[in-house]
């Protein structure tokens, strides 16, 4: 093979290395993707014998070399249709450690023998295996104790290595095209990069629209990276990478087996490409991980397991049934859908006419005083010298759908990040390891609309962080551990980051029409952001029926209907603002709607609560200003309809009916609704008043009698006589001459009266004489 002096620049080209020569390869230490478990023949399960540098696949037999696949070479119309893959009925548990599900690698010293012909076995589709339980790295495991560290660092390693193949594979790729001349020329066929990272088969953009199929795959090496077996089906035993501008087919029927031992799995892999699985009702397509030693599918994702991704570019799949892939990440989670910030790659490949006519219109539009590109941040490139202005991009976010579909045992079902306008209709996800749907950052304007979650090991469906404008609609949750539906509009910083992050809160995304039931920890949650909304929906179950946190604003809660949730069934916490709840009914919780440090409008919602001496119909705590309470019917049993005793400020709260409401709290309860701190005080002050207006009454009637006029001698007493007392001298007195003589003044009168009065004036005491 002929190599330029440009392609050997660059470490991706040295890293990799090229398919022409895989006997230095094969001679270099063991890749990662090799497994010493299956280096000889021998220790391969009947019927699918393995060669000495593949780990999933034997050489093929001289007649089976020349067979086309089946989507170019239907079978004989005598021969039945697959029959579909077992489903697994056992749910994954976090109780099995990493050691009890590990495949234990064997040793043999044989020398390698071509392996016998297929026995009469019974296949997965006639006889379903029993089903161990999977195991996935979360953190409810990890606390556990169930699963080692060791473990976990082996499956963050092997994410990284896949992260690190993908970059190196197509840096390669894009050296190698980028010389131009025949060289480059001969690039664009399918072809194998072998690197320490293990073999890639490599699907460059044709000169052609048409795409690669399974013959394309099964052509290279004559077989030796896809075969098909007996039982109609195929294995996959090699990464495969579809390029940019390339477009990979697979048509139903089909049953794909993708090999997965420890350390070693395939994968199908788009870098700017397009990927489409596409079967019918009556013909689908299915896909799983396959051990071939144990010919069951891979149920341990501590060791790494085949998966599907596609980065940038168009992802399409539906009525296809997929099962057991992916593991730790997102990314490497099973169905991944990311976006990459690479240039677009529908521009680059667009031809001169094309080119031409993006230009008529970018000039048009500048005409009508519109600005240039298709959204903020494009980039039109002037060219050096003669030429065409190109248009590209600032971003590319994958796009796609999958409908009619089924996903069982995944790690993540479904993950998407970086999308745009992504459809998710009619699928059915069940037992994921980790979540059923993840819209992760960057997925905006997508449809979720009549798919079933059930049996997640975390949440049904997950709007994450900087995910704007997604709708769910028609979707069932059920029966998951964690939450049916996560609605996370938080922003991706909270201050001065190292990325740099926006501190704008995203929104827009609503639940509608869906059903949340018997998950584990709330029917809904709604994490912060703006203007997010849970209409008309159905939620039975769980703790909390909708839970609304982390200072959410303009909630729009209404027309739902709550049955049998353990606490609340509305809650609205921790400084959630301007939320809306309205027109919703609840049946059987112990506190139908409640508010702490929130404010919100509440009205038109008709709640009867469970029978229960601490039952609440509308409960408020703390500091709820600005709310309004109004217009609520309130039925049931408790404490009280409609609580606000514990509320900082005044609540709003008119025209409610509570007729309906039986108060059943005691005496000591209805008393402590009113003694309050400033209850206490101002009873204390008019008690005060009180007592001090009773004393100051006599006072006051005593004032009274002063001022009217009275004889001021009323109270006086009169004076009584006393007994006559006649003080006599120790000596008589010299007798007095004048005594004889009459006293020409002496009151007329008979002697008598006269020595009387005498003898008074001699017995009164005079000059303090005794």
């Avoid at 540098?53 to 050489?59: A, I, Q, S, V």
């Avoid at 010293?109 to 071509?114: A, F, I, K």
Wanted: include cysteine; glycine fraction near 10%; proline fraction near 7%.
């Amino acid at each position: 093979m002929t190599r330029s002096a440009p392609v050997l620049l660059g470490a991706a080209v040295l890293a990799l290395g090229l398919a022409a020569a895989p006997a230095a390869a094969l001679s270099s230490p063991r890749p990662l993707g090799d497994s010493e478990a299956v280096t000889n023949p021998s220790s391969a399960p009947t019927g699918v014998a393995t060669p000495d540098d593949n780990p999933f696949l034997n050489p093929p037999a001289p007649e089976e070399e020349e067979e086309p696949p089946a989507e170019e070479k239907p079978p004989p119309k005598e021969e039945p249709p697959p029959k579909p893959d077992p489903v697994p009925t056992a749910k994954p548990t976090p109780t099995a450690s990493a050691s009890q599900t590990a495949k234990p690698a064997t040793r043999s010293g044989s020398q390698p023998t071509t392996a016998p012909a297929p026995t009469a076995e019974p296949t997965p589709e006639d006889s379903p295996a029993l089903v161990e339980d999977a195991i996935m790295a979360d953190d409810a495991i990890l606390e556990a104790g169930t699963l080692t560290a060791g473990d976990a660092e082996a499956q963050a390693t092997l994410v990284d290595v896949e992260d690190q193949r993908i970059i190196q594979t197509r840096a390669a790729l894009t050296a190698m095209l980028q010389t131009g001349g025949i060289a480059a020329a001969q690039r664009k066929q399918p072809q194998v990069f072998v690197s320490g990272h293990g073999r890639t088969l490599v699907l460059p953009a044709r000169n052609t629209e048409a795409p690669y199929t399974l013959r394309d795959l099964a052509g290279v090496e004559k077989g030796r990276y896809l075969r098909r077996l007996k039982d109609g089906s195929y294995l996959l035993g090699v990464q495969v990478f579809v390029a940019d501008g390339a477009r990979l087919q697979l048509r139903g029927p089909l049953t794909l087996r993708m090999g997965s031992l420890p350390g070693s799995f395939s994968s199908i892999i788009a870098f700017g490409g397009d990927i489409e699985i596409k079967g019918t009702a009556k013909r689908p397509v299915r896909i799983t991980s396959w051990d071939v030693r144990t010919q069951k599918p891979d149920l341990t994702t501590t060791d790494g397991r085949a998966y599907i991704r596609a980065v940038g570019g168009e992802f399409e799949m539906s009525h296809t049934q997929v099962s057991h892939l992916g593991f730790w990440s997102g990314r490497t989670g099973g169905i991944a859908l990311t976006g990459t910030e690479r240039p677009a790659s529908v521009y680059r490949h667009r031809t001169k006419d094309q080119r031409h006519q993006d230009k008529q219109e970018r000039l048009a539009n500048t005409k009508r005083g519109e600005r240039g590109g298709s959204n903020f941040g494009d980039v039109e490139t002037i060219p050096i010298g003669p030429g065409t202005a190109s248009h590209v991009l600032a971003d590319e976010l994958v796009s796609g759908s999958i409908k009619n579909s089924v996903i069982t045992g995944d790690a993540y079902g479904i993950f998407v990040s970086g999308s745009n306008q992504t459809q998710i209709i009619n699928n059915k996800i069940r037992n994921s390891l980790v979540h059923g749907v993840f819209m992760h950052r960057f997925a905006k304007n997508a449809t979720i609309e009549a798919t079933e979650v059930t049996g997640s090991g975390g949440d049904g469906f997950v709007l994450s962080r900087a995910t704007e404008k997604v709708k769910v609609v028609d979707c069932l949750a059920a029966q998951n551990k964690r939450n049916g539906f996560t609605l996370n509009g938080r922003a991706l910083a909270s201050g001065p980051s190292a990325s740099g992050e926006s501190l704008a809160v995203y929104g827009d995304s609503s639940v509608s029409n869906s059903t949340a039931r018997d998950n584990g920890r709330y029917g809904v949650e709604v994490l912060g952001g703006s203007r997010l909304a849970v209409q008309t929906s159905e939620i039975t179950g769980g703790d909390m029926g909708i839970v609304v946190r982390e200072g959410a604003s303009g909630v729009q809660i209404s027309g739902n209907r709550l049955t049998d949730q353990r606490r609340q069934a509305i809650a609205l916490r921790d400084g959630a603002t301007g939320a809306h709840v309205a027109g919703n009914t609840i049946t059987g919780a112990v506190t139908g709607i409640y508010l702490r440090d929130s404010a919100g409008m509440v009205v038109g919602n008709k709640i009867t609560t469970k029978p229960n001496p601490k039952a609440h119909g509308i409960t408020v705590v703390g500091d709820a200003t600005g709310s309004e309470i109004t217009r609520n019917t309130v039925i049931g049993a408790g404490t009280s309809a409609i609580s606000v005793a514990r509320a900082a400020d005044t609540v709003n709260k008119h025209n409610n009916d509570e007729e309906q409401w039986n108060d059943t709290s005691s005496f000591w309860v209805k008393a402590k609704r009113y003694v309050k701190p400033m209850n206490v005080i101002w009873a204390g002050v008019i008690l005060l008043v009180v007592v001090s207006a009773i004393r100051s009454r006599g006072v006051l009637e005593r004032r009274q009698r002063r001022t009217e006029i009275r004889n001021p001698y009323e109270q006086q007493r009169l004076l009584a006589e006393g007994r006559f007392q006649l003080l006599r001298h120790a000596t008589p007195p010299p007798p007095d001459p004048f005594e004889t003589a009459p006293d020409p003044f002496a009151p007329a009168g008979p002697p008598s009266r006269r020595r009387q009065a005498s003898r008074h004036a001699d017995s009164a005491p005079v000059g303090g004489r005794g």
